[in-house]
RNA sequence: GCUCGAGUGGUGGAAUUGGUAGACACGUUGGACUUAAAAUCCAAUGACCAUUGCGGUCGUGCGGGUUCAAGUCCCGCCUCGAGUACCA
């Protein structure tokens, strides 16, 4: 019977799904597994290739956890809020909700095709109103939530209220704005509600706030710093200004800490961790303040090097810093003011581009050394920046090197507080061997020391005192976009409202275009029925809003990792209509045990998705602060362009091996061809193109000519993003077509390891389909002979080597061990079912189709989904004779036999006695004979 | 610039973590079976030298080092990839 593997494959998935093979159980007396994917965005192209590396990998795993009798819980679902379909929706006025109807039903499609083994019953979408209920809910617990610092966690905002009603915010130790005042309960008292609400916000976790954002009028919309490329907009190269807006923003750097820690209690790759800890930038060092000569105020820097301070010669502040404009002295003022223009108007692109050139003024003010008493001049200038620490510096040329640049541009004297350290041509920025000179009381010290003493030192006089500074800011969260979650929030007085829980989900109105409205809202302001009722409870006519009893909605929407950032428990428990997830099933499957998806996400989502399962955990919603314990990043997939080569100004192609790519002289030199990709649908295993299927696919090669090598026309490869117009999209549907969807598995495996980034090339996939025909024909002839040792040694070598590979996360080596079982077995001629059973066990993971229908023609019942993982026994391997080689001083080889179980003495013996030995040591004892076992003997003469 | 990661045949990649480098696969060459092609099967395939023999030399980006033994460890370079962008 032949390998019919479109027939089969068909037939398995039906059976799947008709049995809900793979429906995960909320309770069981099992051990539970969860194995996650990164849920996709359903883009309008649908998968290639590429897409599913990370999914094939996760569902062998999940797969290989099922034989080994764990209750695995494996979701998929789908990420559908975002800009594509909202931007397909403004051009042809198609609903965004419709064209992700289309989209998520071509993904399921594309995803049933490959034979996953998702438990479909939890599927949902992001943009499902019953999802994105809770995400609207965790949105209001975050509004009525504070940090505080002694407890270190979030709590609720009717605590802080309780505390502020009997004793002020003094005794108070939050995570809260930076410009909190002080108050006393009666001050408190007295407040109006509007002014508590003020206050209040400086605590909440999600608050609003003006914030300077980046503001494309093109686009009309608010811009994260990574939607902007070069100054202008990733999505249609719009201008981008710098705009002061109120927005919803996540004080998720009351986390910081936090998240910094977790990192040490989850197992994920270094390099994300390391770009989470960058992310995040802790860094200790210290606030200083600085007196301004002749005026009342301080100026406060943040350093991390206090040991320094001696080293002060100038302060820089950043032209954007409260102070400029009152300390300017009126000779400077020209100056200044005109710096400070010209810096505003220089857009992003200017200041990336232009990172060397070192521009400032002098405002004319001199601050006072908190310890000599020097005057030092006070600067402004464009390399500080207003967002971080303080917005101004203490500039220490001698141990910075921006500092130090700054000085010598402006001739700025560069005072040296090092020892025996030279500061001619650079600063001197090297930490470890610095011994402090010239600085009081810290002269001698190393870099620690002198840290730790000047801390103390400013702390005791009132100067300043030890700080951590982040890098991480709170996260903005509001979106000027239609196809988002609706926050749930109504203004009374301008100040934001939460609705009540009882009426959610909010959901999103229909509109009549999904742009802007003409006055610059959102594309929610063109919502008819889009105003808050509060004494109905409903939603209502914008028109009939009163301020009294009918308030504006929000016309904000939520940005696209608030749908992300807690997905993952929500499969735990996808129906639940009252809550994210229900206590039991959250603490029945915990967290995620294996996540993998691509590296793109290191610092948006896995870096929000941990902030709100903190703060979901500090609420008692989920039972683990960390939502995922393993994470992997799958490689990228990347196309294999074929480039076919034409004679400049002729209509004529040369074979790749005709050009010459080096000598430049040379006729065929490079130089005189375009290079033109063609698709790779047209070339063949050995890269030899189909020159009429060629001449039938585009035009302009209908009467081309072409001048061949060995009657061959052969492209060039090249390794690109596989992308529609490089013409190198490899589609899954017609992998599947072709070799079968278990040939597409194994072959994405074999390929190389799951992490790196490989290309894809469609010619070699016929090992891979080899090998599943010779599986294939192995069980034609099932026996109940019993196997020859060959055949169980085989077997066994095989089993471990899975196992360890399972285990370890190398899949492609895997396919190498099968390749070489099956081919061991052919050779012996082993159709003993004591092996085809085991064996077909093995293969399942990765190719689960056939491994059904090979355990059916064994004749056992289906499926061999949950059949327990064959158990290695190392008896098998044993050896009875055993070649070792044996060298000389690492050089001269030679081999002996011996019994493998040979001790150390006989091995020697044995060396010593072989006849070449003798002669290679010319009568010479040797020094010293080592034996490794099992391994290699070596002489050292 | 800084922080990670990687350089192994014509190609994708193995190498039990210091122990016979190049597993497995693609491609290539030769052969078998076929009227022929496809499919399948067999053999060879790192380079160079020797080939009527079993052999020899060189080989893991480059230069040093440690070791009986280095793709693997240490020092210094070069190249490529990813992330980040003046973070005081």
């Not at 061997?433 to 840290?451: C, E, M, P, R, V």
């Not at 870096?607 to 992997?632: C, N, T």
């Given at each position: 019977m032949n ?7 068909a037939?398995?998935q ?9 429906k995960?159980e909320?309770h ?6 969860y194995?996650?994917?990164m849920f996709?965005?359903p883009?309008?192209a649908?998968?290639h290739?590429?897409?599913p590396?990370?999914?094939i990998?996760?569902?062998?795993y ?5 034989h080994q009798?764990?209750?695995?819980l494996?979701?998929?679902?789908y990420d559908s809020?975002g800009?594509?379909?909202e931007q ?8 965004p909700a419709?064209?992700t109807?289309?989209?998520t039903a071509?993904?399921r ?5 490959i034979?996953?083994?998702f438990?479909?019953s ?7 109103p019953s ?6 809910m965790?949105?209001?617990?975050l509004?009525?939530?504070?940090y505080?610092?002694?407890a270190d966690?979030a709590?609720?905002i009717?605590d802080l209220?309780?505390c ?6 003094g ?5 809260s704005?930076e410009?909190t ?6 001050e408190w008292?007295?407040?109006s ?6 206050l209040l916000?400086k605590?909440?976790l999600?608050y609003?706030?003006?914030i300077e ?7 009309g919309?608010?811009?994260a710093n990574?939607?902007?490329?070069n100054?202008v907009?990733?999505r249609g ?5 710098r705009?002061?807006m109120k927005q919803?923003?996540?004080r998720?750097?009351?986390y910081a800490?936090?998240l910094?820690e977790g990192?040490?209690?989850?197992d994920?790759p270094?390099?994300l961790?390391d770009?989470?800890t960058?992310?995040?930038?802790r860094?200790?060092g210290?606030e ?10 301080l100026i406060?820097?943040?350093t991390?090097?206090p040991?320094t301070?001696?080293g ?9 810093h409260?102070l400029v ?5 009126d ?6 003011e ?11 692109l ?6 060397k ?6 405002t004319?003010?001199?601050v ?9 001049p ?10 971080y620490?303080t917005?101004a ?6 141990g910075?090197q921006?500092d130090y ?5 402006f001739?700025l ?7 025996g350290?030279?500061i001619?041509d650079e600063?001197?920025?090297d930490?470890?061997t ?6 009081d009381?810290?002269?001698?010290l190393?870099?620690a020391?002198?840290?730790r ?6 702390e005791?006089?009132g100067?300043g005192?030890?700080?951590?500074n982040?890098?991480?800011?709170d996260?903005?969260f509001s979106?000027?976009r239609?196809?988002g979650?609706p926050?749930?929030?109504y203004y009374?007085n ?6 009540p829980?009882?009426v959610?989900?909010l959901?999103?109105?229909e509109?009549?275009q999904?742009?802007?409205t ?7 302001g063109?919502?008819?029925i889009?105003?808050?009722d509060?004494v ?6 914008v028109?009939l809003?009163d301020h009294?009893?009918i ?7 939520m ?6 950032s807690?997905y993952f428990?929500r499969?735990?428990d ?5 809550q994210?997830?229900d206590?039991?099933k959250v ?8 996540y993998i998806?691509?590296?793109e996400?290191?610092v ?9 399962q903190h703060?979901m955990?500090?609420?008692?919603l989920v039972?683990?602060?960390?939502f995922a314990?393993?994470?992997i990043n ?16 002729t209509n ?6 005709l050009i010459d790519f ?6 065929n ?9 063609v698709?790779?649908g047209?070339?063949n295993s050995s890269?030899?193109l189909d ?5 039938n ?7 081309a000519?072409?001048?061949?090598e060995k009657?061959r ?5 090249e ?5 529609k117009?490089?013409y190198?999209?490899v ?5 599947c077509?072709e070799?079968?969807a278990d040939?597409?598995r194994l072959?994405?495996?074999?390929l190389?390891?799951?992490e790196q980034?490989k290309p894809?090339?469609?010619?070699g ?12 024909k192995?069980y034609?002839?099932?026996?109940d002979e019993?196997?020859s040792a ?5 077997l066994h070598?095989t089993i471990k080597?899975v196992?360890?590979d399972l285990?370890?996360f ?5 396919v190498s061990?099968?390749m070489?079982?099956v081919?061991t077995?052919?050779?012996e001629?082993c159709f003993s079912?004591?092996?085809l059973?085991?064996l077909?066990?093995?293969v399942s993971p990765?190719?689960p ?6 355990w059916?023609k064994?004749?056992?019942?289906p499926?061999i ?5 064959p158990v290695f026994d190392?008896?098998y391997?044993?050896e009875?004779e ?6 000389f001083n ?6 002996i036999?011996?019994s493998?179980?040979a001790?150390?003495?006989e ?7 072989h ?11 040797p020094?010293?004979?080592?034996v ?5 003997v070596n002489i050292v003469?």
């Amino acid at each position: 019977m032949n390998y019919n593997f479109n027939e089969i494959e068909a037939k398995w998935q039906r059976y799947w799904a008709e049995n809900e093979t793979f429906k995960a159980e909320d309770h069981s007396a099992k051990p539970k597994y969860y194995v996650l994917d990164m849920f996709p965005y359903p883009s309008g192209a649908g998968l290639h290739v590429g897409h599913p590396l990370g999914y094939i990998a996760s569902d062998i795993y999940a797969r290989f956890k099922r034989h080994q009798g764990y209750n695995v819980l494996h979701p998929m679902g789908y990420d559908s809020f975002g800009l594509p379909a909202e931007q397909y929706a403004i051009q042809t006025g198609q609903h965004p909700a419709k064209t992700t109807e289309v989209n998520t039903a071509r993904y399921r499609e594309q995803l049933d095709r490959i034979g996953f083994s998702f438990d479909w019953s939890r599927q949902f979408k992001t943009s499902e109103p019953s999802y994105y209920k809770h995400t609207q809910m965790i949105f209001i617990h975050l509004f009525n939530s504070w940090y505080d610092k002694d407890a270190d966690k979030a709590r609720s905002i009717t605590d802080l209220v309780a505390c502020f009603e009997k004793e002020g915010n003094g005794s108070v130790n939050a995570h809260s704005d930076e410009d909190t005042p002080i108050f006393t309960s009666e001050e408190w008292k007295e407040m109006s509600t509007e002014a508590q609400e003020d206050l209040l916000q400086k605590y909440r976790l999600t608050y609003l706030a003006d914030i300077e954002v980046n503001w494309c009028p093109e686009l009309g919309t608010v811009l994260a710093n990574d939607e902007i490329i070069n100054g202008v907009s990733e999505r249609g190269g719009h201008p981008v200004v710098r705009k002061k807006m109120k927005q919803w923003s996540m004080r998720i750097t009351a986390y910081a800490d936090r998240l910094l820690e977790g990192l040490s209690t989850i197992d994920w790759p270094q390099p994300l961790k390391d770009s989470q800890t960058n992310w995040i930038g802790r860094s200790e060092g210290a606030e200083v303040s600085f007196q301004v000569e002749g005026h009342q105020e301080l100026i406060k820097v943040f350093t991390t090097r206090p040991d320094t301070l001696f080293g002060v010669s100038f302060m820089t502040l950043a032209p954007e810093h409260d102070l400029v404009t009152k300390i300017t002295t009126d000779a400077q003022r020209a100056e200044v003011e005109a710096y400070i223009e010209e810096t505003a108007k220089r857009s992003e692109l200017d200041r990336m581009s232009d990172v060397k050139r070192i521009t400032g003024a002098f405002t004319g003010a001199y601050v006072l050394h908190p310890f000599s008493g020097d005057r030092i001049p006070v600067w402004i200038g464009d390399y500080v920046l207003a967002s971080y620490g303080t917005g101004a510096v203490m500039a220490v040329p001698c141990g910075d090197q921006r500092d130090y640049d700054f000085a010598k541009h402006f001739n700025l004297s560069i005072p040296n507080v090092f020892e025996g350290v030279s500061i001619e041509d650079e600063a001197f920025t090297d930490k470890g061997t610095t011994i402090i000179a010239n600085s009081d009381f810290l002269n001698g010290l190393d870099y620690a020391t002198a840290k730790r003493t000047m801390i103390d030192r400013l702390e005791a006089e009132g100067k300043g005192t030890g700080k951590v500074n982040y890098r991480l800011r709170d996260a903005v969260f509001s979106r000027q976009r239609y196809w988002g979650e609706p926050f749930p929030v109504y203004y009374v007085n301008g100040r934001p409202q939460m609705l009540p829980e009882s009426v959610l989900p909010l959901e999103l109105p229909e509109v009549t275009q999904y742009l802007p409205t003409e006055k610059g809202d959102p594309p929610l302001g063109n919502a008819k029925i889009w105003a808050w009722d509060a004494v109905n409870q409903k939603v209502v006519d914008v028109d009939l809003i009163d301020h009294q009893t009918i308030f504006p909605l929000e016309l904000n929407t939520m940005p696209g990792w608030a749908g992300s950032s807690q997905y993952f428990n929500r499969f735990m428990d996808p129906h639940n209509e009252t809550q994210l997830v229900d206590k039991e099933k959250v603490a029945y499957w915990k967290g995620v045990d294996l996540y993998i998806g691509g590296s793109e996400h290191a610092v948006t989502h896995l870096l929000y998705a941990r902030f709100w399962q903190h703060f979901m955990h500090d609420l008692g919603l989920v039972s683990q602060p960390e939502f995922a314990k393993k994470l992997i990043n799958q490689g990228m997939i990347t196309g294999l362009s074929a480039i076919v080569y034409r004679k400049s100004k002729t209509n004529t192609y040369y074979s790749h091996g005709l050009i010459d790519f080096k000598d430049s002289s040379a006729e065929n030199y490079i130089d005189h061809f375009e290079k033109l990709r063609v698709d790779v649908g047209l070339i063949n295993s050995s890269d030899e193109l189909d020159i009429e299927g060629l001449k039938n696919w585009q035009p302009q090669y209908a009467d081309a000519s072409f001048v061949l090598e060995k009657d061959r026309y052969i492209v060039g490869r090249e390794v690109e993003k596989m992308s529609k117009r490089w013409y190198n999209v490899v589609n899954p549907d017609q992998i599947c077509e072709e070799y079968g969807a278990d040939a597409l598995r194994l072959y994405e495996m074999f390929l190389g390891p799951l992490e790196q980034s490989k290309p894809w090339n469609t010619a070699g996939i016929t090992g891979v389909s080899g090998f599943l025909k010779k599986l294939w024909k192995l069980y034609d002839s099932v026996n109940d002979e019993n196997p020859s040792a060959e055949s169980f040694k085989v077997l066994h070598k095989t089993i471990k080597k899975v196992q360890d590979d399972l285990e370890s996360f190398s899949f492609n080596t895997s396919v190498s061990s099968f390749m070489i079982c099956v081919n061991t077995l052919t050779s012996e001629k082993c159709f003993s079912r004591q092996i085809l059973e085991p064996l077909a066990i093995l293969v399942s993971p990765y190719a689960p189709h056939i491994a059904e229908e090979l355990w059916v023609k064994l004749g056992n019942s289906p499926s061999i989904a949950h059949q327990p993982f064959p158990v290695f026994d190392a008896s098998y391997l044993v050896e009875s004779e055993k070649e070792y080689p044996v060298s000389f001083n690492g050089k001269m080889r030679f081999k002996i036999t011996l019994s493998a179980d040979a001790s150390k003495d006989e091995i020697e013996k044995a060396v010593m006695a072989h006849e070449k030995t003798a002669e290679q040591l010319k009568g010479a004892a040797p020094k010293k004979v080592i034996v490794v076992p099992g391994k290699i003997v070596n002489i050292v003469v």
